[in-house]
């Protein structure tokens, strides 16, 4: 019976013991590899995806601060001795709303299409200031009329000339934040253009730096962008931008549709691999380097800048020649004319954050400040999530003289801040944790894994220990019982191997019996001297029965 108890108990600990460390080394060695195929499996953007509805319409809105430069002495504009004076003012806070439009999925090459389209609120308590403030900022219209003349011949240079004077076309305009931003303002000299020029030479009927972008979907142009489907390390990048694999504003690689959208970024972030956004605005794709790692509600995330590598055309990083569209001027500005229409427009980082020296000598008011002015993400490394995004750009204007325009023949070369915009997205704490939960199960199981191979090895090594234990238990036991029939046992058995010691002594030449006496004390407690019985002192030298005599320091063994 205790037989059959005892081989239970071996079976059902060896075979608990045989799945514990099976299951713990199945989740350590292969678990890892099994969550990233989940993790991939959940990022890919498909219908019903846990990110697609938040794809369709984030779940929060967007805020997007606009702060305008009034230029305070547009007079002295061909005086050179005198720099323009510009004054901030702002921020004019907007809410945004945006939302996908004509989504269409395409699996031969997994990718989808949209467009975007955005509602804007002026947010009246976030904003220093009211859209019926009045600025005074430059005449765009005038600058890209005597723009468009630079290479034409005399006659029509005059010609502008005359439409300017004709028109009362001044060198600056003095309009609302309101007209300057959403709402527009008529201008004469646009609406004659209109009549004179081919439409999609002059697309608007009214001036205005967003003029037409609310509730609108057609500004910012059609996106194809990959989903990720069949290859993760696809999924947000640009596919096609207005129906074309790349933008007919720049040659050469700058004309790629580099990065991503802006929503999606491959999973697996590098330090030494940059990440790249398509913006529309600027027609072409930003690279941000890496930056230094962060902490964002408690998740570790890789910040990515832009850095003068992003704003170069050519000046110091020689591959990005082809983004000067033929203006060679210092690092620090992109030439974007082509893609506003041929107007002198130039974006830089706000305050010519990181620009060269340059363009902050040309005016006065600008007080550049990484805090305010740096464009940054900061990505969740392993799944590529957004968690902080600061989307800052500045808007130039660049002013220069032309000999047969009379408004601009004896102005000085310039390049004229007139805006910049901030759209800074910082994830819910409560999103970001959902993350942080998801991010923490392999370690979790990892744990688990450990825990289980642990008590797994113990369950195995269970019985031979017990084993082990209980002989030791038992020869200690017998050791020290005052059993003289057990005691005999111990004292034949050690002085046996006494006898055996001494013989080996003695063939190596080697004495003794003080060397069986010292073997004897270790392996036997000396009992405790009983008194003699009476037969003991009536036969004091009768011999024992079965037991060896052991007298005073010298071992004589008796041989019956």
């Not at 005691?487 to 080697?510: I, Q």
Request: hydrophobic fraction near 40%.
């Amino acid at each position: 019976m205790l037989a059959k108890e005892f081989c239970n108990r071996r079976c059902i600990l060896t075979s608990a013991g045989l799945l514990l460390v099976a299951s713990g080394t199945f989740f350590i060695l292969f678990f890892p590899a099994i969550f990233q195929d989940i993790l991939h499996e959940e990022l890919k953007l498909r219908p019903g995806s846990r990110g697609y509805d938040a794809w369709v319409s984030p779940p929060f809105p967007l805020a997007m601060d606009v702060y305008f430069f009034n230029w305070t002495n547009p007079e002295d504009i061909t005086n050179h001795s005198t720099k323009p004076i510009l004054e901030e003012l702002g921020p004019y806070r907007f809410i945004e709303h945006p939302t996908k439009v004509d989504i269409a999925w395409h699996d031969a090459n997994a990718t989808v299409s949209y467009r975007k389209k955005s509602l804007f609120y002026f947010d009246e308590e976030g904003s220093n200031g009211s859209l019926d403030d009045v600025i005074s900022s430059i005449n765009i219209v005038a600058v890209s009329a005597a723009k468009r003349s630079k290479y034409w011949g005399y006659i029509k240079q005059k010609g502008v000339s005359m439409g300017l004077n004709l028109y009362d076309q001044k060198i600056n305009v003095v309009k609302t934040a309101g007209e300057l931003l959403f709402d527009g303002y008529e201008d004469n000299m646009v609406l004659m253009g209109k009549h004179m020029f081919d439409a999609s030479e002059i697309p608007f009927d009214r001036v205005g730096w967003f003029y037409t972008r609310n509730n609108s979907a057609d500004l910012i142009g059609h996106y194809n962008v990959h989903t990720g489907v069949e290859d993760i390390a696809m999924i947000g990048k640009m596919g096609e931008w207005n129906y074309k694999p790349r933008t007919d504003f720049f040659e050469g690689t700058c004309g790629m549709l580099n990065g991503s959208a802006g929503e999606f970024y491959p999973p697996g972030l590098s330090k030494e691999r940059p990440v790249e956004l398509f913006t529309p605005d600027m027609c072409r794709s930003l690279p941000l380097d890496f930056e230094e790692e962060v902490t964002i509600h408690g998740l570790k995330a890789y910040k990515y800048s832009g850095d003068r590598r992003a704003i170069d055309n050519g000046t110091m990083f020689p591959e990005t020649a082809c983004f000067s569209a033929g203006e060679i001027v210092p690092s620090g500005v992109l030439n974007i004319s082509s893609c506003r229409f041929g107007t002198p427009v130039f974006v830089s980082f706000p305050h010519y954050y990181g620009a060269d020296p340059f363009y902050l000598d040309q005016v006065e008011g600008l007080t550049p400040n990484k805090e305010k002015h740096q464009f940054y993400m900061a990505l969740e490394p392993t799944t590529a999530v957004p968690l902080d995004v600061a989307a800052r750009l500045q808007l130039n204007i660049m002013i220069e003289p032309y000999e047969h325009v009379n408004l601009f023949a004896d102005v000085k070369r310039v390049f004229l801040p007139v805006l910049w915009f901030e759209q800074h997205v910082l994830m819910p704490a409560e999103l970001a944790g959902e993350i942080g939960q998801a991010l923490t199960v392999p370690s979790i199981v990892r744990l688990c894994g450990i825990v289980m191979l642990v008590f797994g090895l113990m369950m195995l090594l269970w019985v031979p220990l017990e084993r082990m234990f209980t002989r030791r238990r038992r020869v200690a036991g017998t050791i020290g019982s005052k059993d003289p029939a057990a005691l005999n046992g111990v004292r034949s058995f050690a002085l046996t191997s006494e006898k055996g010691m001494l013989t080996s002594s003695e063939k190596n030449g080697k004495t003794t019996a003080a060397t069986a006496i010292v073997l004897v004390d270790k392996l036997l407690e000396k009992p405790e001297k009983q008194p003699p019985s009476d037969s003991q002192r009536q036969s004091p030298t009768s011999e024992p029965e079965s037991a060896p005599l052991i007298d005073g320091r010298n071992a004589t063994i008796v041989k019956s």
